[in-house]
Nanobody, 127 residues
Framework: QVQLVESGGGLVQAGGSLRLSCAAS????????MGWFRQAPGKEREFVAA????????YYTDFVKGRFTISRDNAKNTVYLQMNSLKPEDTAVYYC????????????????????WGQGTQVTVSS
């Protein structure tokens, strides 16, 4: 099994940037398709971005396209979410998740497709 630990969250002003990291242990992250989700207070968890095992495929939800970038460094066993032009509505707890798919180029956008989750990191964007 893989254990996931997110970091990099914090308080930032609107228009600012943060880079979230998701460090994997127990198994190599290259064995998993990875995703980022977020949950704001009083709202359901929602999909943000996903990346395939190979890194060759990525997918974003509409409200982060052009602002967020998901990437992976398999040598460092880490997945990243670069967040630029942050808005107050991006405020949420951000979670990374891992899917043990055998498919190298598939991405997954629903939470039930992921087997492993981190504990989350808080991102707060002030106006």
């Amino acid at each position: 099994q893989v254990q996931l630990v997110e970091s990099g969250g914090g308080l930032v002003q609107a228009g600012g940037s943060l880079r979230l990291s998701c460090a994997a242990s127990g198994r190599t992250v290259s064995s998993y398709a990875m995703g980022w989700f977020r949950q704001a207070p009083g709202k359901e968890r929602e999909f943000v971005a996903a990346i395939s095992r190979s890194g060759g495929s990525t997918y974003y939800t509409d409200f982060v396209k052009g602002r967020f970038t998901i990437s992976r460094d398999n040598a460092k066993n880490t997945v990243y979410l670069q967040m630029n032009s942050l808005k107050p509505e991006d405020t949420a707890v951000y979670y990374c998740a891992a899917d043990p798919t055998t498919r190298q180029y598939s991405v997954f956008t629903t939470s039930y497709e992921y087997d492993y989750w981190g504990q989350g990191t808080q991102v707060t964007v002030s106006s």
